[in-house]
């Protein structure tokens, strides 16, 4: 008896010692963010910050710094958060996915608007001097690449290093046949429709369609571009042999999926180099700084509605009878409310209005008692986190599915 106890405690410690030098090594991470919205940030600190507090050489180039990281083995390099839809003569209000029409006709627009948002971000001064003249050594890159960043993928080939990919959305078919997935759409409902995952023909009929759309779209238009913009940016010694975007791509290691198929009820198979994480970026709430404090136990104490439209789409993107009318319907209720907003706006004392907010620690709030929100994903996953209830305005660019 006492022989096997030692045997296994022996066993044991040569284990231990033998693997120790596994679990104190420490990689060098790059996190690569520079597209300039916050919400496409913000839910990656959790990872990042536990990444940097078991001791990995971090360097984060994003628009926000972890929230707490003073040590010498964690680099940010800031770019700033601008993202200026009008330079472009671009305006998100055109994008729709909410009419027949929209489901069909505006896939161009998506893939415009992706590509301006990933020129715009590499074109900014610091990104394009790290793409171009960092010369130090990654282990591992983990970005956003298959929300309008598919060129950032060249920095495998740079560093000659895996990637682990942020996907915030559901089912998309051109992705998922990248990433080996048996694309069929009688097992995958498209994100664009607001389907279940019991169609009935006719609906089985437009994701046919819809599918087939997407996966033409991304092969004869989407992926040249990108292409194209891969060329003019990511140039650095032996970029010459660069593999083509579409193997790049398919050479992602793994796929990191915000979508919660449990939560949202609509189940696709995938393979296993992707992963549902839906809801990584959940935490509990904290509590409130001073000034929102003391708002809502002062004129929120019976309540407040909290509205924010998500960081794309900006109310000075609307015309101003837009505006006027959410004054006009808000001042009626019998909450107080708090409104991300970015224009003037001539409310009571019953309103809070800024540009920014801790949406999560709002949300958490006993006091909130309602969410008006544009139901992007995290909005989504947030709001059947904290349990709030939502009212929701499908404005544009939403998986209407996860709602
Ligand atoms: C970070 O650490 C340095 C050196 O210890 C200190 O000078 C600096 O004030 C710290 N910054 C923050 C934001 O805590
Ligand atoms: C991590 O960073 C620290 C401090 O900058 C450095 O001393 C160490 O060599 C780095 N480790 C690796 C694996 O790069
Ligand atoms: C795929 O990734 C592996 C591991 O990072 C790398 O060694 C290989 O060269 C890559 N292949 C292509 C075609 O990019
Ligand atoms: C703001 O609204 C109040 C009450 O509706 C009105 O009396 C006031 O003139 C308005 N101010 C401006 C600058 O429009």
Not at 341 to 363: A, C, H, I, R, Y
Request: aromatic residues 14%; charged residues 15%.
């Amino acid at each position: 008896m006492s022989t096997n106890l030692s045997i296994k405690l022996i066993t044991c410690l040569v284990t231990a010692v033998a693997f120790f030098p596994c679990y104190s090594q420490s990689f060098r991470i790059l996190g690569f963010f520079p597209t300039p919205i916050y919400s496409h940030q913000v839910p990656f600190f959790n990872l990042f910050d536990q990444l940097v507090s078991k001791g990995h050489n971090v360097t984060l180039l994003a628009g926000f710094p972890l929230p707490q990281s003073n040590v010498s083995h964690y680099k940010y390099i800031h770019v700033p958060p601008v993202l200026d839809m009008k330079a472009g003569n671009f305006n998100p209000r055109t994008l729709s996915w909410l009419s027949f029409r929209g489901y069909f006709l505006d896939v161009r627009k998506h893939s415009d608007f992706c590509l301006y948002v990933m020129s715009r971000a590499l074109a900014n001064p610091i990104t394009r001097a790290f793409v171009r003249l960092d010369n130090s050594n990654f282990d591992l890159i983990i970005s956003e690449m298959t929300f309008c960043g598919e060129a950032y993928v060249a920095l495998a080939h740079k560093y000659n290093a895996p990637i682990i990919n942020f996907m915030p959305m559901g089912y998309q078919a051109a992705k998922f046949l990248l990433f080996g997935d048996l694309v069929h759409p009688s097992l995958a409902v498209d994100q664009r429709f607001a389907f279940t995952d019991q169609m009935s023909w006719f609906q089985y009929v437009c994701n046919v369609v819809g599918t087939v759309q997407d996966l033409v779209e991304e092969r004869n238009y989407y992926l040249p571009k990108v292409e194209q913009v891969i060329k003019s940016e990511f140039i650095y010694p032996g970029s010459d042999s660069r593999p083509p975007v579409e193997s790049l791509i398919t050479n992602i290691s793994l796929t990191l999926l915000e979508y919660d198929p449990v939560k949202f009820g609509i189940l696709f198979p995938v393979t296993p180099n992707v992963l549902f994480s839906g809801g990584l970026h959940l935490r509990p709430s904290r509590p409130l700084p001073p000034q929102l404090d003391k708002f809502v136990n002062g004129p929120g104490k019976n309540g407040f509605v909290f509205v924010a439209l998500g960081t794309i789409l900006q109310f000075s993107h609307f015309e101003r009878y837009v505006t006027d009318a959410f004054v006009q319907a808000l001042s009626q209720l019998p909450y107080a409310i708090i409104w991300k907003v970015n224009v003037k706006v001539n409310v009571s004392d019953n309103f809070l209005t800024g540009e920014w907010f801790p949406q999560e620690d709002l949300l958490g709030h006993p006091n909130c008692k309602l969410f008006l929100t544009h139901g992007g994903i995290h909005s989504a996953m947030e709001t059947i986190y904290y349990g709030v209830v939502p009212v929701i305005l499908l404005l544009f660019l939403l998986r209407s599915s996860q709602l």
